[in-house]
């Protein structure tokens, strides 16, 4: 395996070298080399079982990885618990929707602001003024300042991805990973989206997956192709598109 | 001062409700039953202490622990062991072969009070391990549990299989527990005979202190950022963990809170009744502990109070006049209960009850809205 210089070690955000992941046998994902600058925003596509999912369940933690490495800021992320990733700067998002139906949106946000972490940080934490104008700053971001003290099971399908992408901007991460966020959106809510990933991305790494090809190509800066675990093709909008092997895997259908 | 009213009491509903179960618990009760029927119900509401504990860790937490005997045994036990010592003076058993040592010790050869029984003979070290004992047990499982993220159905079984260890430890070892009678003929604290009618009145009375103090602790934790962050884990529980929290610490901390009201339920019930034993640790007693608190309303810390007193006031009707048929109606009761009304007497209270009382005050041409979702925990 090739050593990168340590000059590329500062200059990723991210930087994954030979990882491996195998459930029984399957190989999920094989030898994957990825690197994702700071600022960028990088659209990981492919097809159905291309381990794109996977992809993002090793970074975050979710998956354990049989061998490779994950080292964000030059920070090893492969031994470290989900916790400790998020509190690296490591946010994610789920492809359904995941929030706190029960709560209002308002709460939603602030439980995930990032204080009282630990169980008597939560017993002593207060919400004060910084809080509070954190959590309307966000939802404000998110288009959501109307409906602050509505209960977030009312929202909609589209509002609900909106909100837990607010719930990890509330932790103000340096790497974002979203899982097909507009999955299951409207047209205009899915430009309202690509709005708000392009104004979140300037600050910081992110990586989406996404299926929507014209989706992808108002937020990429990046793309990179997928394919049995491996990557098949990585660069600009137009050179992938124009990749006869993505083409044929991808594309094609 | 204002955010204590708000959040711990719960504003007005939240001190509406804890006015009225205090009216009758200090005064209603109290000044309409003799003192016999009086202890019954300090009894009673000393099983409300383990039902509190599961609204915080069953109904918030999600965590439904079957073996919650085993914390209310414990602390009973930690009590008992106390007064035994106490009843058990040299004067007081010199007819046995060893005097000063509890006489079930002296019916079973022991000759020696066992090296775990020396911390009882004071009563700030028997009151610290009527709290510490439970607590230390629940930290310690549940850490060995949820930090493995053990699932919420392999944990019920678990703490069932603890139930059933436990009383079955007891059982066996008759010389050091007391065995199947469990440690009974408890007379005093500190010179003080709780077996008096004045006594009992003033035990009633802590009891109902205690258990208050318990409500509005739980009613503090359910409050704070941490009763939110339950809600939300039992909602989703990988968003919580990926919001940078370790889940497993914060189930863990629910479950020793839990552990530790039903401990104080334990020592209050030895004081009241005078006796503890292992029929108040297995898994019958355990499962009876979960449905005072489905009938209350699992989410509701005043609802399991009701919970508790309504179902034990029908155990005690109905197995006096059908004692076979007790069971099955429990668990009737329980299945019933569960299937048409999960949120229990509370959520009937909320749903049907509420709402009247809200146009009633409505219809009198007050200008106020009935009071929007702030539930009072």
Same mark, same amino acid.
């Given at each position: 395996?090739?050593?990168?210089?340590?000059? %590329?070690?500062?200059?990723? +955000?991210?930087?994954?070298?030979?990882? =491996?992941?195998?459930?029984?046998?399957?190989?999920?994902?094989?030898?994957?080399?990825?690197?994702?600058?700071?600022?960028?925003?990088?659209?990981?596509?492919?097809?159905?079982? +291309?381990?794109? =999912?996977?992809?993002?369940?090793?970074?975050?933690?979710?998956?354990?990885? =049989?061998? *490779?490495?994950?080292?964000?800021?030059?920070?090893?992320?492969?031994?470290?618990?989900?916790?400790?990733?998020?509190?690296?700067?490591?946010?994610?998002?789920?492809?359904?929707?995941?929030?706190?139906? =029960?709560?209002? @949106?308002?709460?939603?946000?602030?439980?995930?602001?990032?204080?009282?972490?630990?169980?008597?940080?939560?017993?002593?934490?207060?919400?004060?003024?910084?809080?509070?104008?954190?959590?309307?700053?966000?939802?404000?971001?998110?288009?959501?300042?109307?409906?602050?003290?509505?209960?977030?099971?009312?929202?909609?399908?589209?509002?609900?991805?909106?909100?837990?992408?607010?719930?990890?901007?509330?932790?103000?991460?340096?790497?974002?990973?979203?899982?097909?966020?507009?999955?299951?959106?409207?047209?205009?809510?899915?430009?309202?989206?690509?709005?708000?990933?392009?104004?979140?991305?300037?600050?910081?790494?992110?990586?989406?997956?996404?299926?929507?090809?014209?989706?992808?190509?108002?937020?990429?800066?990046?793309?990179?192709?997928?394919?049995?675990? %491996?990557?098949?093709?990585?660069?600009?909008?137009?050179?992938?598109?124009?990749?006869?092997?993505?083409?044929?895997?991808?594309?094609?259908? | 001062?204002?955010?204590?009213?708000?959040?711990?009491?719960?504003?007005?509903?939240?001190?509406?409700?804890?006015?009225?179960?205090?009216?009758?618990?200090?005064?209603?009760?109290?000044?309409?039953?003799?003192?016999?029927?009086?202890?019954?119900?300090?009894?009673?509401?000393?099983?409300?202490?383990?039902?509190?504990?599961?609204?915080?860790?069953?109904?918030?937490?999600?965590?439904?622990?079957?073996?919650?005997?085993?914390?209310?045994?414990?602390?009973?036990?930690?009590?008992?062991?106390?007064?035994?010592?106490?009843?058990?003076?040299?004067?007081?058993?010199?007819?046995?072969?060893?005097?000063?040592?509890?006489?079930?010790?002296?019916?079973?050869?022991?000759?020696?009070?066992?090296?775990?029984?020396?911390?009882?003979?004071?009563?700030?070290?028997?009151?610290?391990?009527?709290?510490?004992?439970?607590?230390?047990?629940?930290?310690?499982?549940?850490?060995?549990?949820?930090? &493995?993220?053990? *699932?919420?159905?392999?944990?019920?079984?678990?703490?069932?299989?603890?139930?059933?260890?436990?009383?079955?430890?007891?059982?066996?070892?008759?010389?050091?527990?007391?065995?199947?009678?469990?440690?009974?003929?408890?007379?005093?604290?500190?010179?003080?005979?709780?077996?008096?009618?004045?006594?009992?009145?003033?035990?009633?009375?802590?009891?109902?202190?205690?258990?208050?103090?318990?409500?509005?602790?739980?009613?503090?934790?359910?409050?704070?950022?941490?009763?939110?962050?339950?809600?939300?884990?039992?909602? %989703?529980?990988?968003?919580?963990?990926?919001?940078?929290?370790?889940?497993?610490?914060?189930?863990?901390?629910?479950?020793? @809170?839990?552990?530790?009201?039903?401990?104080?339920?334990?020592?209050?019930?030895?004081?009241?009744?005078?006796?503890?034993?292992?029929?108040?640790?297995?898994?019958?007693?355990?499962?009876?502990?979960?449905?005072?608190?489905a009938v209350?309303g699992?989410?509701?810390?005043?609802?399991?109070?009701?919970?508790?007193?309504?179902?034990?006031?029908? %155990?005690?009707?109905?197995?006096?006049?059908?004692?076979?048929?007790?069971?099955?109606?429990?668990?009737?009761?329980?299945?019933a209960v569960v299937m048409a009304f999960p949120n229990g007497l509370a959520g009937i209270?909320?749903d049907y @009850?509420?709402?009247?009382?809200?146009?009633?005050?409505?219809?009198?041409?007050?200008?106020? &809205?009935?009071?929007?979702?702030?539930?009072?925990?």
């Amino acid at each position: 395996m090739k050593v990168a210089p340590e000059v %590329k070690v500062q200059e990723f +955000a991210l930087y994954v070298e030979g990882l =491996t992941v195998s459930f029984n046998g399957f190989v999920a994902v094989d030898g994957l080399n990825l690197y994702v600058n700071k600022g960028e925003t990088r659209v990981v596509i492919g097809p159905n079982g +291309a381990g794109k =999912t996977t992809v993002l369940d090793l970074i975050c933690g979710r998956t354990k990885a =049989t061998a *490779g490495s994950i080292r964000f800021n030059d920070v090893e992320l492969t031994r470290m618990s989900e916790h400790e990733i998020v509190r690296a700067g490591v946010g994610r998002k789920f492809q359904t929707p995941s929030i706190y139906e =029960t709560l209002s @949106v308002r709460e939603n946000l602030e439980v995930s602001f990032p204080r009282g972490r630990t169980v008597f940080g939560a017993l002593a934490f207060r919400i004060t003024p910084d809080v509070v104008e954190r959590v309307e700053q966000v939802a404000g971001e998110i288009f959501l300042a109307d409906m602050l003290d509505q209960p977030a099971e009312l929202l909609s399908h589209g509002q609900k991805q909106w909100l837990e992408i607010g719930m990890l901007l509330m932790q103000s991460p340096e790497l974002m990973m979203l899982d097909e966020p507009v999955a299951g959106m409207s047209v205009s809510e899915r430009e309202k989206t690509a709005e708000l990933l392009n104004r979140i991305g300037r600050d910081r790494s992110m990586i989406v997956i996404e299926h929507d090809m014209e989706f992808v190509k108002h937020i990429a800066h990046k793309v990179t192709v997928l394919h049995q675990g %491996k990557v098949l093709a990585e660069g600009s909008m137009d050179h992938v598109q124009n990749d006869p092997r993505v083409i044929e895997v991808y594309l094609g259908h | 001062m204002s955010a204590f009213y708000k959040n711990v009491i719960g504003a007005r509903e939240g001190l509406a409700g804890l006015l009225v179960l205090a009216a009758l618990v200090f005064v209603v009760f109290p000044l309409f039953l003799d003192v016999f029927r009086l202890n019954l119900v300090g009894k009673y509401l000393t099983y409300a202490f383990v039902a509190v504990g599961l609204v915080m860790c069953w109904g918030y937490g999600g965590i439904l622990s079957l073996g919650q005997g085993v914390f209310f045994g414990l602390g009973g036990y930690c009590m008992a062991m106390f007064l035994k010592l106490e009843a058990s003076t040299p004067e007081a058993t010199a007819i046995q072969s060893t005097p000063g040592i509890p006489d079930f010790m002296d019916w079973n050869q022991v000759t020696a009070l066992p090296w775990f029984w020396e911390p009882f003979r004071s009563l700030p070290l028997a009151l610290l391990a009527t709290v510490l004992v439970p607590a230390l047990l629940a930290l310690v499982l549940g850490a060995a549990m949820f930090k &493995r993220r053990v *699932g919420e159905v392999y944990f019920a079984i678990v703490t069932q299989a603890v139930a059933l260890i436990l009383s079955v430890l007891i059982i066996g070892q008759q010389g050091y527990t007391g065995g199947v009678n469990g440690i009974t003929d408890l007379k005093t604290m500190l010179g003080w005979d709780i077996r008096s009618d004045g006594a009992r009145l003033v035990l009633y009375y802590v009891n109902g202190a205690l258990l208050f103090a318990c409500i509005l602790f739980g009613r503090f934790l359910l409050a704070s950022k941490l009763g939110k962050l339950l809600i939300a884990m039992r909602d %989703k529980e990988e968003r919580v963990r990926f919001s940078g929290y370790d889940v497993a610490n914060f189930k863990v901390f629910v479950f020793c @809170v839990a552990a530790v009201f039903a401990a104080i339920g334990g020592a209050m019930f030895t004081l009241q009744v005078g006796f503890m034993s292992p029929s108040f640790v297995g898994i019958v007693p355990s499962i009876e502990m979960v449905i005072f608190a489905a009938v209350g309303g699992r989410l509701s810390l005043l609802g399991a109070v009701y919970g508790a007193l309504i179902v034990n006031f029908g %155990k005690s009707y109905f197995s006096e006049t059908f004692p076979e048929l007790w069971l099955f109606l429990m668990g009737g009761l329980f299945i019933a209960v569960v299937m048409a009304f999960p949120n229990g007497l509370a959520g009937i209270y909320k749903d049907y @009850v509420r709402p009247r009382l809200a146009r009633a005050a409505a219809g009198k041409g007050k200008a106020k &809205r009935a009071a929007p979702a702030g539930e009072p925990a």
